[in-house]
């Protein structure tokens, strides 16, 4: 890189502004894997949250991680969405998108794609206005005092309140929404931005039966077109969603396979119940 | 605010469209426009002794109180709309006053007391041998008119690039601001700075080769301050209707989400901030020639926080409310420093408290509340 490049880097980052493509290049995934998490170790005050995590998920797959409190299950997300940098280990996104290179935003914009636990939707924005500040796109503040949304951007929201079934409510305030109505607002404006791996993290807790439902064909739905990874402790849940379950114990990967062969697991039956 | 967006039409580049559904702005420019007409009329057509006459000193009172509710716009769209609680924007409004009190020195040339043609007379006194280098250029108005804007512009750019990149936020922010302020302060009372020390520019002559104290001068100047602040309160409103105003109150609402979902918080906070630094730029420059004077007091400390003041009495984050609140405490404040002067600091302290606790909404969202309330009354809902 040449000094001008830096610079010009430099400047965008800062202000904010210049000439960006409308979208991030295409994550290069031509081997079927979308993430590779490579002995990723990450250690606060010499506690070992996540200990030397080797994980790998592949195009279009929906994977469940499940796991004790402590496990480093919030741990990982933070890893793959920049917010917490590892000690060591690598983490790729395709094959050619490091992600300990990137910053949050560069890495939402690369096609990753969060939920949190507690939803967070901006309470005091519409629903179509949440859907509106997360559609992908040129987000610099030149762009978006100046011009409107695309026509594009428009279909896509209108597909995505399909989806996510909150087309009567388009236009109240999200602080409004009963607790599942907000996960599923906050799981639209993940779709919004186009995400190729889809990070959910306990999308069902405090949910009634029918919300839990509802999210999972919702999740379900979505598997094929994005690749998800769902943290969530509710074994109904994995058992009805999940194909491939992930069990993490003190940091690292504990046991792998289908969710029955994960429950007859020994190891998993003494980590979870033996204590 | 918290209006939706619409499908299809979406969007603010529609300015108009924008104002024909916006009630509240259109009675502001309502009375903006009456006030921008009415105050020069009943001063200059009325001869003095009638009884629709408005004196000298009340149309320079108001017009004074226009510069401040610009000021007081500026610290609503970084405060009301983007969550940051500057206390030092009247460091902002005290240059952009300094860039016009220095053109206004050089265009008093020869008639100075001690008479030298360049020099203002204190540069004179200090025995000043020649002009400084930050004095050049300030004899021309368009010179002078960049400087208001580039000088408090610039130093918001420089400031909030440093604060904001390293994600100083909160209360953390607001003390820096205030220490901005004050250290500005400290060297503008510095003789040896060049800018006049504690007594600060004074006996302007001239602004645009007019008489600065003619009755048709101090008209357009207040007129003058009326467009400045119609124009800065459009510009802030076409800022907040857009997509990056709805950003801005996502920032102020919940700033690491709003990163996580892909936006440059800093950046926006970064503009934001230069922008209403600007603002009150111009409002300063506004102020000066009205006031006649410009001194290292306007940087006082105290200052930045009654604007905040101002914005929270008015009600934050709907613009109008913060020229509401700006006019309404100006107004009692110069009529309590002539009634009670030593009253007036617990006063402003007591209606801030009152206004954050029986007001968080300000006098705007009290007046919204009621008028809501009112209509609900006469229309019945039929569901």
């Given at each position: 890189m040449n000094a001008a490049t830096v610079l010009r880097q430099g400047w965008q980052k800062v202000f904010g502004t210049g000439a960006r493509s409308e979208r991030p290049p295409a994550v290069d995934a031509s081997h079927g894997t979308i993430l590779y998490l490579e002995d990723i170790t990450v250690s606060f005050d010499g506690f070992k949250a996540l200990n030397a995590l080797t994980l790998y998920i592949d195009v279009g797959e929906l994977r469940c991680i499940i796991g004790p409190n402590g496990a480093g299950k919030t741990t990982m997300m933070d890893v793959i969405t920049g917010k917490t940098r590892p000690d060591c280990g690598s983490a790729w996104f395709g094959q050619t998108t490091d992600l300990l290179m990137l910053t949050e935003p560069e890495i939402a914009e690369s096609g990753i794609g969060r939920k949190f636990q507690k939803p967070t939707v901006f309470e005091q924005h519409t629903v179509l206005e949440n859907l509106e500040l997360a559609a992908s796109g040129d987000k610099s503040i030149w762009r978006t005092i100046f011009t409107p949304l695309s026509a594009a951007q428009r279909t896509r929201i209108d597909q995505v309140l399909e989806t996510v079934q909150l087309q009567e409510r388009r236009a109240q305030l999200a602080g409004a929404l009963s607790h599942g109505q907000k996960q599923w607002l906050e799981i639209g404006m993940l779709l919004m931005q186009d995400p190729q791996l889809l990070l959910v993290d306990e999308p069902v807790a405090g949910m009634t039966p029918q919300e839990v439902e509802r999210t999972a064909e919702l999740l379900s739905s979505l598997a094929g077109k994005h690749s998800v990874v769902v943290v969530e402790h509710d074994m109904d849940f994995v058992r009805s969603i999940a194909k491939q379950v992930t069990v993490l114990h003190e940091g690292s990967v504990l046991a792998q396979g289908t969710i029955d062969e994960v429950q007859g697991n020994r190891k998993v039956a003494e980590v979870y119940l033996g204590e | 605010m918290g209006q939706s967006i619409t499908h299809g039409?979406?969007?603010?580049?529609d300015l108009l469209k924008m104002l024909s559904s916006d009630r509240s702005t259109q009675l502001f420019f309502a009375v903006l426009g009456a006030v921008a007409v009415l105050v020069p009329v009943l001063h200059l057509v009325f001869p003095p002794g009638s009884v629709l006459h408005l004196s000298t000193y009340t149309m320079t009172l108001i017009g004074k109180f226009l510069t401040y509710a610009l000021l007081a716009v500026a610290v609503d769209l970084v405060w009301g709309y983007c969550g940051i609680l500057s206390l030092g924007h009247a460091a902002f409004f005290a240059l952009g006053g300094y860039a016009m009190g220095m053109y206004l020195m050089r265009q008093i040339g020869p008639r100075g007391v001690y008479g030298d043609p360049i020099l203002p007379d204190f540069m004179v006194f200090l025995n000043y041998k020649e002009l400084p280098w930050f004095w050049q250029g300030f004899d021309m108005f368009w010179f002078a008119a960049l400087m208001v804007i580039l000088v408090p512009g610039l130093l918001a750019l420089a400031f909030g690039w440093l604060a904001f990149r390293s994600r100083v936020t909160g209360v953390y922010l607001s003390i820096i601001t205030q220490a901005l302020t004050y250290a500005l302060m400290l060297a503008f009372f510095r003789n040896d700075m060049g800018f006049g020390g504690n007594n600060g520019m004074t006996d302007f002559k001239d602004i645009l080769g007019f008489t600065i104290n003619t009755p048709a001068t101090r008209a357009t100047l207040f007129v003058a301050s009326a467009l400045a602040l119609a124009l800065g309160y459009l510009a802030c409103r076409y800022i907040t209707e857009s997509r990056a105003g709805r950003t801005l109150r996502a920032i102020r609402d919940a700033e690491s989400r709003t990163r996580f979902i892909g936006y440059r918080v800093e950046s926006y906070k970064l503009w934001i901030f230069a922008f209403s630094a600007v603002l009150a730029g111009i409002a300063g420059a506004l102020y000066v020639p009205q006031v006649g004077i410009i001194n290292p007091s306007e940087f006082q400390p105290i200052n930045s926080i009654e604007v905040v003041i101002w914005v929270a009495v008015g009600g934050r984050g709907t613009l109008y409310g913060a020229i509401a609140g700006a006019l309404l405490v100006n107004y009692a404040k110069s009529y309590l420093t002539t009634?009670?002067?030593?009253?007036w600091l617990y006063f402003l302290g007591l209606i801030f408290v009152l206004v954050t606790v029986f007001l968080p909404r300000g006098v705007m969202g009290l007046v919204t509340q009621l008028v809501r309330r009112r209509r609900d009354q006469q229309v019945p809902v039929i569901a």
């Open positions: - | 039409s979406g969007h603010s580049s009634a009670v002067p030593e009253f």
